[in-house]
């Protein structure tokens, strides 16, 4: 069974571009999450996706959004691109996307605004 | 509101000796419990959970953890250190509200 799988794997931007990162579950699963992670900050939970609806939000700005199709693959768009912005983007599956299930991560997008 | 801390962020220990990674979390329910690993350049994979039944939580490679609600705890122990346990492990909690809270991570160093 296939993991989760994100791509790409990297990406180097330039300040004020936009970027799609890309998210495929494990097949059967309908609950994706997307986190940002940096040394400083840890992971911090960005939004979650079930059956193409946002379920759940953290607290990023608007720049930061996403969408999920009725395969269950996501994709997260960040737009006008901060020095900031610079991280690894993580997604995790799972079935129901309840608090008791586990989650199944990808390896990330590393992305390096310059 | 809940949240997580995970008191140390660098551990390190000789290869054979215990282990010990710290945390604590604060939840207005009674929360799950989790704890990742994360080695480099991979994504996180799950340890072992906690759900409201036996305190003392098995998990994979000899790691175990142990809720204690009267402390507010929930620390990942290892009888025995070895080489690929090198990581960063994450603290995890989740309550019935399912929003989904990771601590900063402790990055455990093994020493040979």
């Known amino acids: 069974k296939a993991g989760v799988t994100q791509t790409p794997r990297y990406l180097i931007k330039t300040r004020g571009q936009q970027v799609t990162l890309s998210c495929s579950p494990i097949?059967?699963?309908?609950?994706v999450s997307w986190y940002q992670q940096t040394p400083g900050q840890g992971l911090q939970f960005l939004f979650e996706?079930?059956?193409?609806?946002?379920?759940n939000k953290g607290n990023f700005p608007g720049r930061f959004s996403g969408r999920q199709f009725s395969n269950s693959r996501s994709e997260m768009n960040v737009s006008t691109l901060e020095l900031g912005d610079s991280a690894l983007y993580l997604c995790?599956?799972?079935?129901?996307?309840?608090?008791?299930?586990?989650?199944?991560f990808g390896s990330g997008t590393q992305l390096s605004v310059l | 509101a809940q949240s997580v801390t995970q008191l140390d962020s660098h551990v390190s220990v000789s290869e054979g000796t215990p282990v010990l990674l710290r945390c604590n979390y604060s939840?207005?329910?009674?929360?799950?419990l989790f704890w990742y690993v994360q080695h480099p350049n991979k994504g996180l994979q799950l340890l072992l959970k906690?759900?409201?039944?036996?305190?003392l939580v098995k998990g994979i490679n000899g790691f175990e953890a142990e809720f204690k609600k009267s402390e507010t705890s929930f620390h990942l122990t290892k009888p025995s250190a070895h080489m690929s346990d090198a990581a960063e492990y994450f603290c995890?909690?989740?309550?019935?509200?399912?929003?989904?809270?990771f601590g900063k991570g402790t990055r455990l160093h093994i020493l040979p």
């Open positions: 995790a599956s799972s079935f129901t996307g309840t608090s008791a299930e586990k989650l199944f």
């Open positions: 097949s059967g699963h309908r609950s």
């Open positions: 996706y079930f059956s193409e609806t946002q379920r």
């Open positions: 939840s207005s329910y009674s929360p799950s």
């Open positions: 906690y759900t409201s039944a036996a305190t």
């Open positions: 995890v909690v989740s309550d019935r509200d399912d929003k989904i809270i």
